[in-house]
């Protein structure tokens, strides 16, 4: 039997970890992504390495493997963010983000936007299933409205977050909804009813929070809406033929298509909208091609548009960053970022690391609270110490899965905590996939946007208080030990 490290030694490369991070983030700022972070992870990785084969024998082969089948395991979301970058390119290019961002911006008040953006973000992703598909979409349009309105870009990209992952979290085609019910043997829908008793308490606060925000806005905004609807409509064709796009793409989601095949064919249909409607901004794009000719340009702007960074001049500063978009190539930092995450996480778990501190907060379980906070303590841990939500999901539900058989309670208490803690938390943290990705895609820094993602800070808290009621939580009246 493999002997686990002491705790106290098990905590070493996270509180390692955290310092260096904490002076990269001192010292580069929002450019700490860009390598920095990076670099902390690999001497985290480092460290936990050395303590593990110096002192406790774990031969390097056990790290080897449980790197390869870690990294294995994320090639999808590494296809899924390469596809996320087109997507951003070709809808902002080929004027749907544009579209939506000049409608938008007259139709919404800065009083009632933050509840909109909530509200909308919150359906589009119980529809799709898909928090990162919704706010690389419609979140970035709503992003861009917020500017026009004169909304703080940090707090519009939390309530396009909370609402993104209330949907995410509530949709049975959601990934992570069905793999911390399959994980812990709970009837899907019987997994969703049963998180409806926490979640809607925390998306109704979240609710009201954006709602009073929003009617505290005192911005005066027509001077930005007349500067972005006169920019856009000159720089772009803006036609509702655009938005044939978002409504094919919603039949995709609709028939269950999976994600990635989703991101990629809305790519490939915006860009060829691109083609019909914003050829001279592809020209722009490509530059000029003499010796091939127009059809060269398109071809090369529309390339660009799909893998690389692009810049468009619409007459205002502001405006040019916003409609600016990064491609396949944007998406490279966040990439290596993730890669460097998971590798951590993997070298943590074949060292017993993790499993060495779980082992000390299930011992602290004296009662239902108890055993439900030290569940989401433990996803919210994961979250952190792994960088991704779907292992700390498994992870979760496989190392409390006994506690609470033995306890008496039921298994969708278990999944409903997991969800509660693994899945929305995992935004939160900045070097986690889904707080990269997000801040990547919003060019929003985690640490900016965090204070205002009332729901995903809100769902841990609620699940502990529901379990401190006792509100529909059954036992058994026998407790094994």
């Given at each position: 039997?493999?002997?686990?490290?002491?705790?106290?030694?098990?905590?070493?490369?996270?509180?390692?970890?955290?310092?260096?991070?904490?002076?990269?983030?001192?010292?580069?700022?929002?450019?700490?992504?860009?390598?920095?972070?990076?670099?902390?992870?690999?001497?985290?990785?480092?460290?936990?390495?050395?303590?593990?084969?110096?002192?406790?024998?774990?031969?390097?082969?056990?790290?080897?493997?449980?790197?390869?089948?870690?990294?294995?395991?994320?090639?999808?979301?590494?296809?899924?963010?390469?596809?996320?970058?087109?997507?951003?390119?070709?809808?902002?290019?080929?004027?749907?983000?544009?579209?939506?961002?000049?409608?938008?911006?007259?139709?919404?008040?800065?009083?009632?936007?933050?509840?909109?953006?909530?509200?909308?973000?919150?359906?589009?992703?119980?529809?799709?299933?898909?928090?990162?598909?919704?706010?690389?979409?419609?979140?970035?349009?709503?992003?861009?409205?917020?500017?026009?309105?004169?909304?703080?870009?940090?707090?519009?990209?939390?309530?396009?977050?909370?609402?993104?992952?209330?949907?995410?979290?509530?949709?049975?085609?959601?990934?992570?909804?069905?793999?911390?019910?399959?994980?812990?043997?709970?009837?899907?829908?019987?997994?969703i009813r049963y998180m409806m008793l926490t979640t809607m308490p925390?998306?109704?606060?979240?609710?009201?929070?954006?709602?009073?925000?929003?009617?505290?806005?005192?911005?005066?905004?027509?001077?930005?809406?007349?500067?972005?609807?006169?920019?856009?409509?000159?720089?772009?064709?803006?036609?509702?033929?655009?938005?044939?796009?978002?409504?094919?793409?919603?039949?995709?989601?609709?028939?269950?298509?999976?994600?990635?095949?989703?991101?990629?064919?809305?790519?490939?249909?915006?860009?060829?909208?691109?083609?019909?409607?914003?050829?001279?901004?592809?020209?722009?794009?490509?530059?000029?091609?003499?010796?091939?000719?127009?059809?060269?340009?398109?071809?090369?702007?529309?390339?660009?548009?799909?893998?690389?960074?692009?810049?468009?001049?619409?007459?205002?500063?502001?405006?040019?960053?916003?409609?600016?978009?990064?491609?396949?190539?944007?998406?490279?930092?966040?990439?290596?970022?993730?890669?460097?995450?998971?590798?951590?996480?993997?070298?943590?778990?074949?060292?017993?690391?993790?499993?060495?501190?779980?082992?000390?907060?299930?011992?602290?379980?004296?009662?239902?609270?108890?055993?439900?906070?030290?569940?989401?303590?433990?996803?919210?841990?994961?979250?952190?110490?792994?960088?991704?939500?779907?292992?700390?999901?498994?992870?979760?539900?496989?190392?409390?899965?006994?506690?609470?058989?033995?306890?008496?309670?039921?298994?969708?208490?278990?999944?409903?905590?997991?969800?509660?803690?693994?899945?929305?938390?995992?935004?939160?943290?900045?070097?986690?996939?889904?707080?990269?990705?997000?801040?990547?895609?919003?060019?929003?820094?985690?640490?900016?946007?965090?204070?205002?993602?009332?729901?995903?800070?809100?769902?841990?808290?609620?699940?502990?208080?529901?379990?401190?009621?006792?509100?529909?939580?059954?036992?058994?009246?026998?407790?094994?030990?």
């Open positions: 039997m493999k002997r686990l490290p002491h705790p106290l030694v098990a905590i070493i490369p996270i509180v390692v970890l955290i310092g260096l991070l904490g002076i990269v983030i001192s010292l580069f700022g929002s450019d700490a992504l860009s390598g920095g972070s990076q670099v902390a992870l690999l001497m985290g990785l480092a460290v936990c390495v050395f303590i593990s084969m110096v002192f406790y024998r774990v031969p390097w082969q056990a790290f080897e493997q449980q790197i390869a089948k870690t990294l294995g395991g994320v090639a999808v979301t590494i296809l899924i963010l390469f596809a996320v970058g087109m997507l951003a390119g070709s809808w902002m290019v080929s004027g749907i983000v544009p579209t939506l961002i000049y409608y938008g911006v007259q139709l919404l008040s800065p009083q009632l936007f933050l509840l909109c953006a909530c509200i909308i973000c919150a359906l589009v992703s119980l529809l799709s299933g898909s928090s990162w598909t919704t706010i690389a979409t419609i979140g970035v349009a709503l992003l861009g409205i917020s500017h026009a309105l004169g909304i703080n870009e940090a707090v519009a990209a939390g309530a396009i977050i909370s609402g993104a992952y209330f949907g995410d979290k509530m949709s049975p085609l959601s990934d992570t909804t069905i793999l911390a019910s399959s994980t812990t043997g709970v009837d899907l829908f019987t997994h925390a998306f109704t606060i979240t609710l009201v929070i954006f709602t009073a925000m929003g009617l505290g806005q005192t911005s005066n905004c027509e001077v930005h809406v007349h500067q972005y609807t006169d920019g856009l409509s000159a720089t772009y064709n803006i036609s509702l033929w655009t938005l044939l796009v978002p409504v094919l793409t919603a039949v995709l989601i609709a028939r269950r298509v999976p994600s990635l095949i989703v991101l990629f064919l809305s790519a490939v249909m915006a860009g060829i909208m691109a083609l019909i409607l914003q050829p001279h901004i592809l020209m722009q794009i490509g530059g000029d091609a003499p010796q091939l000719g127009k059809t060269a340009a398109l071809i090369k702007g529309l390339a660009i548009t799909f893998y690389g960074a692009t810049s468009i001049d619409t007459g205002y500063a502001e405006l040019n960053e916003l409609v600016s978009t990064g491609g396949m190539t944007g998406m490279l930092n966040t990439i290596w970022l993730i890669i460097c995450a998971m590798c951590f996480g993997a070298v943590m778990v074949a060292s017993g690391m993790i499993e060495s501190i779980t082992r000390v907060v299930i011992s602290w379980v004296r009662s239902r609270v108890g055993l439900v906070a030290s569940t989401a303590s433990t996803g919210l841990f994961l979250n952190i110490t792994t960088g991704d939500q779907f292992i700390s999901i498994v992870l979760t539900a496989n190392m409390f899965q006994n506690v609470y058989e033995q306890q008496g309670y039921e298994a969708r208490l278990l999944s409903r905590t997991a969800e509660d803690s693994a899945t929305v938390t995992s935004v939160l943290v900045p070097w986690n996939t889904c707080g990269m990705t997000q801040s990547t895609v919003l060019g929003v820094p985690t640490i900016a946007y965090l204070p205002y993602c009332f729901f995903n800070i809100l769902s841990p808290v609620m699940t502990i208080v529901v379990a401190a009621i006792g509100w529909k939580i059954k036992q058994t009246n026998k407790v094994t030990r």
